[in-house]
C-alpha cells in the first residue's frame, strides 16, 4: 500500500528565508509523487509533480521539489519565502495501475515578517 | 480556466439527517472523485466514479454514502443518515483521464459539513 509521511504539521519561516516541507513515501511500485496547495477557503491547487522524469521538479510560484529513491522523499523547498505562501501544503502518491491519490497529513507554512 | 465548483462552502445539519454535496466536474472531464478531510487528518480518499458507476471506494465509503451523476453536469455525495464523525471538510475533484501522472486532479474549493 503506498502512503505519505509529513514531518511537521506546522512551519514557520520568516519573510526572505528558505522554505523546506518534507515529505516521504511509501510505495512498492515507482510512485508518481505530488505537492497541493491549499490556500485559506479555496481548493487543492497543484503546485507539481513528479511522473519518473527529471529528479528535480519545478512548480509555479518558484517551488520545486527533488525525488531521493535512496532516502524515499520528496521534500518542497523554496529559496525565498513570501507573504502570499502562507497556505497548507500536501504532498501525494499515487502510481500507474490507480487513477485515485493518496494524501499526507498536510503541512501549514506560517510566513513570518 | 475552468474550475471545479461544489455547493454550498459551508453546511450544518442535524445527526441522523440525510445531506447532499454537489459538484459541478469541469466539463470534458470523464473521472470523479470524492475526498474528505477531518479537521486535523489527512485528505482521505472516498471513491472514484467513472462511465455511471463506482469504479473504486474506501473502507469509510459504506452504506451510507452514494454518489450519483443524475445529469451531465452534476455530481453528488449523499450521506443517508449523517453521524457526528461526519463532521469535515469533502472536496469533489475531477479529471480527464485514469492516469494521475498526465491528467492530475482538479478539486473543488470544499464543503465543510458539520453535524451537530
Known amino acids: 500500500a503506498q502512503s505519505v509521511t509529513q514531518l511537521g504539521s506546522h512551519v514557520s519561516v520568516s519573510e526572505g528565508a528558505l522554505v523546506l516541507l518534507r515529505c516521504n513515501y511509501s510505495?512498492?511500485?515507482?510512485?508518481?509523487l505530488f505537492w497541493y496547495v491549499q490556500y485559506p477557503n479555496q481548493g487543492l491547487q497543484l503546485l507539481l509533480k513528479?511522473?519518473?522524469?527529471?529528479?528535480l521538479v519545478k512548480g509555479i510560484n518558484g517551488f520545486e521539489a527533488e525525488f531521493k529513491k535512496s532516502e524515499t522523499s520528496f521534500h518542497l523547498t523554496k529559496p525565498s519565502a513570501h507573504m502570499s505562501d502562507a497556505a497548507e501544503y500536501f504532498c501525494?502518491?499515487?502510481?500507474?495501475?490507480?487513477?485515485?491519490?493518496?494524501f499526507g497529513k498536510g503541512t501549514r507554512l506560517h510566513i513570518l515578517p | 480556466e475552468p474550475e471545479v465548483t461544489q455547493t454550498p462552502s459551508h453546511q450544518v445539519t442535524q445527526m441522523g439527517q440525510e445531506v447532499i454535496l454537489r459538484c459541478v466536474p469541469i466539463?470534458?472531464?470523464?473521472?470523479f472523485y470524492w475526498y474528505r478531510q477531518i479537521l486535523g487528518q489527512k485528505v482521505e480518499f472516498l471513491v472514484s466514479?467513472?462511465?455511471?458507476?463506482?469504479?473504486?471506494k474506501s473502507e469509510i465509503f459504506d452504506d451510507q454514502f452514494s454518489v450519483e451523476r443524475p445529469d451531465g453536469s452534476n455530481f453528488t455525495l449523499k450521506i443517508r443518515s449523517t453521524k457526528l464523525e461526519d463532521s469535515a471538510m469533502y472536496f469533489c475533484?475531477?479529471?480527464?483521464?485514469?492516469?494521475?501522472?498526465?491528467?492530475?486532479?482538479?478539486f473543488g474549493n470544499g464543503t465543510r459539513l458539520t453535524v451537530t
Open positions: 475533484a475531477s479529471s480527464g483521464r485514469r492516469d494521475s501522472a498526465n491528467s492530475p486532479l482538479h
Open positions: 510505495s512498492s511500485v515507482p510512485p508518481y
Open positions: 513528479y511522473t519518473s522524469a527529471a529528479t
Open positions: 501525494a502518491v499515487s502510481d500507474s495501475r490507480d487513477d485515485k491519490i493518496i
Open positions: 466539463s470534458n472531464h470523464l473521472y
Open positions: 466514479f467513472y462511465n455511471n458507476e463506482i469504479s473504486e
